[in-house]
């Protein structure tokens, strides 16, 4: 992912790139791609967030969603809870993909070999676990503020930005509250980046050891579109789990879930086993692309580095 898949490509430049360089660049990609869909990301947590706890509502289809957003909150509602967004790739994003680099790093020279696809597995389960940590704060954030126009007007939080968010938290709910959702969020991390990194990895490895591409824009956007269908498939019911924990509201400290699997029971239960996939295409649309923009935009990157230092 962050650096050389197999033997061909496993040139110096790549292996060259500090680091410190594997963080910045992770999180450089992240924002960038997360810039271009936040109205998609904005779309699915509001498609998630309908019917709760009631089953047979209709579901509500993504362009209807997309265009009630913009009557009600005007276009520039899409973008709703973007500083959230930004924030969250700041630290999850910068996080996650720079571990998986330097485990790729240490993994490539321990041997001539591409390591075997159950290591890069451990890698992106390890990579998202301590992403997703880190990036729990800025995912609340997010999650409240994409949420908040769809409440009506006086049960609306209001928070101004990232920081009135993150502050507000803190002093009305206290600082634990940050990581509200920790546990649901750092297991879809680890199903997501487990999914996502290694595939990405794997079919990069394949598609340039097989001469089907060569090792440029075309390998990327292939490998990170299997990457990106592989990561939405596995991760969607945890993260439907992860989204209605951090958005609910707490009364006399109870809240309407005791956590990630009881919300998982109340889904299936109140809602049918399919709504673990409510939004699944919003999802994958929204994956989908910010995965294949991430990735080329983290090979960009790093492209135009090494360029730098010849």
Known sequence: MTTATTAT????????????????????????????VQPIDLV???????????????????????????????????????????????T???????????????????????????????????????????????????????????????HQRGYKNVVDALIRIVREEGLFTLWRGAFPTIG???????????????????????????????????ASSVAGFCASSVSLPLDMAKTRVQNMKTVDGKGEYNGMI?????VVKYEGFFALWKGFWPFFFRIGPHTVLTFIFLEQFKGWYMRKLE
């Open 262 to 266: 009881d919300c998982l029971i109340k």
């Open 92 to 154: 999850y994003t910068t996080t996650r993909l720079g571990v998986f680099g330097a485990l790729r790093d240490a993994m490539d020279k321990m041997t001539t070999q591409p390591p075997p696809f159950y290591l890069k597995v451990a890698a992106g389960l390890t990579a998202g676990a301590v992403g997703a940590f880190v990036g729990t704060p800025a995912e609340v954030a997010l999650i409240r503020m994409t949420a908040d126009g769809r409440l009506p007007k006086e």
């Open 44 to 90: 699915k947590t509001r498609l998630q967030l309908t019917g709760q706890g009631t089953r047979g509502v209709p579901t509500v289809g993504f362009f209807k969603t997309f265009a009630g957003v913009v009557e009600r909150e005007s276009f520039f509602g899409l973008y709703r809870g973007l500083t959230a967004a930004l924030f969250r790739q700041v």
């Open 188 to 222: 879809r991390a680890m199903a997501l980046n487990a999914a996502q990194l290694s595939t990405y990895d794997q079919a990069k490895q394949l598609v340039i050891s097989h001469g089907l591409i060569g090792d440029h824009i075309g390998a990327h956007a292939f």
């Open 9 to 36: 490509s496993k040139t110096q430049s790549v292996k060259s790139v500090p680091g410190y360089m594997q963080f910045v660049f992770g999180g450089l990609s992240g924002m960038t791609a997360t810039t271009i």
